[in-house]
């Protein structure tokens, strides 16, 4: 068990709908990463919040939208599904800025039908 | 744009038989390169960082390498538990310290 909790695991929507990821980080980190790892794009990083404030962007869509709340939770939003948007959700969480010793989530799998 | 290329794509090996992944990249400014390993249907352990050219880092039966376009992993002597997709990132600070990820190598060692 890494100690960065995920939910919910498994979700099934519709093409069109909008649906929220939550990550609760280890205890004490203040850096929340958030990565999408598909069969034909493999892992990639979409996202990180430091302390509430966005750190560094990856290659997130303008349909997703990402924030760190004041307990270090985050969330992560993804509106106007699309199929392709099917895959495995993971956050990370780290006590620094840097992705050095980033401990993962067991991920969310997202189902778009 | 940052590129990382791992090789090979899968890799078979016997129990005790020695070999390395390679993870070849091209990045504006490299903050860090990364190594984790990932097992099916779970998220991805941190193994390593390696900062700068000619820095190694070792644990256990594995050992990463960096130079300036390349890192390898060396694993010696595996047992089958060391069977698992290893992944290989890098982190670019003339782009946000964005991260990108290589397709990963699957290893799978026999007994």
């Known amino acids: 068990d890494s100690g960065v909790t995920q939910t919910p695991k498994h979700l099934i929507t519709a093409t069109g709908q909008r649906v929220t990821l939550r990550c609760s980080p280890r205890?004490?980190?203040?850096?929340v990463y958030w990565y999408q790892q598909s069969l034909d794009q493999g892992l990639q990083f979409l996202i990180q919040?430091?302390?509430?404030?966005?750190?560094a962007k990856g290659n997130i869509l303008e349909r997703f939208s990402a924030q760190q709340f004041p307990d270090l939770h985050s969330e992560l939003n993804l509106s106007s599904l699309e199929l392709g948007d099917s895959a495995l959700y993971f956050c990370a969480s780290s006590p620094s800025g840097t992705h050095t010793e980033a401990f993962f989530g067991q991920g969310t799998r997202l189902t778009v039908v | 744009e940052d590129q990382v290329t791992q090789s090979p794509e899968a890799l078979r090996l016997q129990e005790g038989e020695s070999s390395s992944l390679n993870c070849s990249y091209t990045?504006?400014?490299?903050?860090?390169l990364f190594w984790y390993r990932q097992d099916p249907g779970k998220g991805p352990e941190f193994l390593f960082t390696?900062?700068?050219a000619g820095e190694e880092k070792e644990k256990e039966r594995l050992k990463a390498t960096l130079t300036k376009k390349e890192s390898f992993l060396h694993i010696t002597a595996p047992k089958p538990e060391d069977s698992a997709t290893y992944l290989c990132a890098v982190q670019d600070s003339a782009a946000g310290n964005k991260l990108t990820f290589g397709g990963g190598t699957r290893v799978l060692v026999k007994p």
């Open positions: 390696l900062y700068s």
């Open positions: 990045v504006s400014g490299l903050r860090g």
């Open positions: 919040y430091y302390n509430g404030e966005e750190r």
């Open positions: 205890s004490g980190d203040l850096s």
